[in-house]
Nanobody, 127 residues
């Protein structure tokens, strides 16, 4: 059974950094498309960053130059390094995986492309 567990969220002041982790289990992790999303109450879920089977990445315009997605295949873990955090980055952050295909190219920032989700980790940025 596929499982994703996020960690690393917390409270930080504007300009600070956090690194989120997403531990994956229950499937062959390395070849799947994965992504990070965030959501605040009353707003739609937003795709933040994605990584494809070859390790190519794409970021939302709102986080370009500040957030970096990466993965460690040996540890079956996905990361999101978040630098220069802003109050508007405050949200619940989720990792997601697309496991219905074994290879993907380009990465996906739309949540509908993913079929497995973690439970989320809260990030709060104060001004």
């Amino acid at each position: 059974q596929v499982q994703l567990v996020e960690s690393g969220g917390g409270s930080v002041q504007a300009g600070g950094s956090l690194r989120l982790s997403c531990a994956a289990s229950g499937y062959t992790y390395s070849s799947y498309c994965m992504g990070w999303f965030r959501q605040t109450p009353g707003k739609e879920r937003e795709g933040v960053a994605a990584i494809d089977s070859d390790g190519s990445t794409r970021n939302a315009d709102s986080v370009k130059g500040r957030f970096t997605i990466s993965k460690d295949n040996a540890k079956n873990t996905l990361y999101l390094q978040m630098n220069s955090l802003k109050p508007e980055d405050t949200a619940m952050y989720y990792c997601a995986a697309r496991t219905d295909i074994t290879y993907c190219s380009g990465g996906y920032l739309r949540g509908t492309e993913y079929n497995v989700w973690g439970q989320g980790t809260q990030v709060t940025v104060s001004s």
